[in-house]
C-alpha cells in the first residue's frame, strides 16, 4: 500500500469500518447447493448426481459452483445481469474459434425453476487460478494484449452494443448511461474520498479522460472486464478468459483496465505498445481504471482493507501514469 508522502501527501491514514450486516433482498434470491441440485434434477438428471460445491471465490453478479470433475454451473444473483445468459450463450461459441486462449464455454442453458427466478447456465471448467503473481508479466502483457487485439478483429456486425445487462462497459466517455465511469457516480466518490487522497490530482486524470477525443474508429468486441478474477493462469502463464458477462461492441478503453489492476508497470507499457493504443484512447482507459478503483467510504467493500489498499495503488500508479505524459 502507499505511504504517506511528505512531499505529495496522496494518501491519508484510512479510518476503520465494521463489515456491513447483510439484509434479505426479495430481488436476490438464496443460491445454495441444495437450490442447484433441485434445478439440475429437474432440468439436467444426467448431471444432478455429479458432486457439487461452491468455488472459493464466488463473483458479486453471478453464484458459481464446481460441477463434477470439468463443469461449473454460474447462477446470476440480481435482475440486472440476467441478460448475460443468452449473450454468453449466443456470442461465445462464435467468438471462440477466433480467439488465442480458451474462454468461457457454455454447455446448457437452464430455465426459471424450483424457486429460482432467473435463467442460469452449466460451463465447461476451465483450470487455472486467479493470481497477479506471473512467471513472466511482460510475456503475459503480450499474450493478454494479443487475444484483446484478436477479440477486437473479430467481425462485430450485429454485436451487442452497451447495455443495462452488461452495465454499459463500452460506452463513450462521458455518456451519461449508468456505467461505473457515468459523471453521476465517479464525481460524488472523488469527493467522498477528499482528505484521503490527493483529489485534485485524481479529477485532473478524469477531466483529462472526458476531454479525450471520442474513439473515432467502428465498434469493436470487448470483454468488458478483464479484471484479475477474470484471467485464469496456469504455473504463472495466462492460460484462459473468463466470465464474459460484460461482453459488448463499443469503445475498446475499457479493455484497459487490465493495465492498472492486472500488469506491472514495465508490462503495462508493453501490453500499451504491443496493443499499438493511441494516447486518446489511453487517457479514456486510464479514465475507466480510476473509475474501476474509487474506494469510497460508504461502499461496502470499503470494510475489506485487502480491497482498499489495492485501489489506493492503483489511483498512485494511474496519477503517475498521468503526470508522466
Do not use: C
Amino acid at each position: 500500500m502507499s505511504t504517506p508522502d511528505p512531499d505529495n501527501p496522496l494518501i491519508a491514514p484510512l479510518p476503520h469500518k465494521e463489515p456491513p450486516v447483510p439484509t434479505p433482498d426479495p430481488d436476490n434470491p438464496l443460491i445454495d447447493e441444495t437450490l442447484v441440485r433441485r434445478l439440475l434434477a429437474a432440468q439436467f438428471p444426467r448431471w444432478a448426481d455429479l458432486p457439487l460445491s461452491p468455488v472459493p471465490r464466488s463473483g458479486m453478479d453471478n453464484a458459481t459452483f464446481l460441477l463434477g470433475p470439468d463443469m461449473s454451473v454460474r447462477l446470476p444473483r440480481y435482475p440486472r445481469w440476467v441478460g448475460q445468459v443468452d449473450r454468453e450463450h449466443e456470442w461465445l461459441p462464435r467468438l471462440a474459434p477466433h480467439l488465442p486462449l480458451p474462454i468461457s464455454e457454455p454447455l446448457a442453458k437452464g430455465e426459471p425453476g424450483e424457486g429460482y427466478p432467473f435463467p442460469w447456465s452449466v460451463y465447461r471448467w476451465l483450470p487455472g487460478e486467479t493470481t497477479e503473481d506471473l512467471a513472466d508479466p511482460v510475456e503475459a502483457a503480450k499474450e493478454l494484449a494479443g487475444f484483446v487485439s484478436a477479440l477486437q478483429r473479430i467481425d462485430a456486425t450485429d454485436g451487442p452494443g452497451p447495455s443495462w445487462s452488461n452495465a454499459f462497459r463500452g460506452v463513450p466517455m462521458g455518456d451519461e448511461r449508468d456505467s461505473v465511469a457515468v459523471e453521476a457516480r465517479v464525481r460524488p466518490k472523488i469527493e467522498a474520498l477528499r482528505g484521503i487522497v490527493d483529489t485534485g490530482a485524481v479529477t485532473a486524470v478524469w477531466e483529462a479522460a472526458l476531454a479525450a477525443p471520442a474513439w473515432d474508429g467502428p465498434p469493436v468486441w470487448i470483454h468488458g472486464d478483464l479484471a484479475p478474477g477474470n484471467l485464469l493462469t496456469v504455473e504463472g502463464r495466462l492460460s484462459a478468459i473468463i466470465d464474459f458477462g460484460t461482453l459488448a461492441v463499443g469503445d475498446p478503453a475499457v479493455d484497459l483496465l487490465p493495465a492498472w489492476t492486472f500488469l506491472l508497470p514495465a508490462a503495462r507499457d508493453v501490453y500499451r505498445e504491443t496493443l499499438g493504443v493511441d494516447d486518446a484512447t489511453w487517457a479514456r482507459g486510464r479514465g475507466w481504471g480510476l473509475a474501476s478503483s474509487l474506494p469510497v467510504p460508504d461502499d461496502p467493500y470499503y470494510a475489506d482493507p485487502v480491497r482498499v489498499e489495492r485501489a489506493l495503488r492503483q489511483l498512485d500508479e494511474i496519477i503517475a501514469d498521468f503526470r508522466a505524459t
